[in-house]
């Protein structure tokens, strides 16, 4: 394989957890069938090593980094089965990526419950099964009928930032679906639906998220904590200058939880890449913003195409240098990604 784009935010399923898909198949495509929409799209999830495989070789990709779909173990709001569920998809990954190491690599899921159990089940994604990082889907479901969210902004999650730094690995954040109480008629998105997912909903719900981890005082006291954020950055790139217009207000900043606003935590702590968010005009926007040592690539396979995002990267108008580390060398650096 010659030297390509290295693809960051690429998602699986593993075979023990298809059936809980099914609970998300008419909110991905609404207008089909959920038992036919959920047999396509399982087989393009379950894939890895035959027509996903080929597609890289056809369109010049030369390794993605794989990790289970959303809502993943956050979507589990009982603390065992989501713990375990990591265990086995973390197990089935590193087995997956065995296979094929020159292509693949992986994101550990995490269950997000107690960050203790995260921060050892990371050690030993990290440790054992050779992963590069690991990836989170927004917040936590919680409860007995799985209504309560959970945010990693908190001093309760200092545990789990700890082990990461520590690590010295990064951890993806990922948006996930609204839970089902969010969907009743009457409610935000219950008569909205059409604006659930990865067009609104989306970055709506991963943005605040994101600025609450970067005003929280997390990375002032785990500096050199790094987080990944797809889709050009959730859209916050775009919004920094009046988001830290606003937090450096005198009336703000001397309550405010961090000792720094969010341009400068973008600019130290977070990455952005281009998962599912090919727009020229924006990327450039964000290497203005932030620097090209925070841009990645990615696809968001399979809910993006292969095709599709390498046609759209080969029109892409940068500096061959900038353009390089973009597509492969800013992975390797943050990632320790055993490639050249």
Known sequence: MMRGTIAVEEAIIDPSGVAALSHWATLLSPAQNASTTMTAHERRLLDIHDTRLKSMDEEGVEYMLLSLTSPGCQGESNPSKAEKMATVANDYLSSEVKKNPSRFGALAALSMHDPVQAAAELRRAVKELGMFGGLVNDFQSFGDDGEGKEYFDTAKYDPFWEAVQELDVPIYFHPRYRIKQDLEPKTQYGDRKHLLGAGVQFH????????????SGIFDRFPKVQIVA???????????WRACHWYNHPFKKSTRPSKHDYAYYFKHNVHITTSGNFSTTGLKFCINEIGVDRCLYAIDTPYENVKEGQDWWKTVDLPADQK???ARTNAIRLFKLPLE
């Open 324 to 326: 390089e580390a973009v």
């Open 204 to 215: 709506l719900d991963l943005s605040f998220h994101l600025y609450a981890v970067c005003s």
């Open 230 to 240: 797809g889709h050009l950055g959730e859209g916050i790139p775009f919004n920094l």
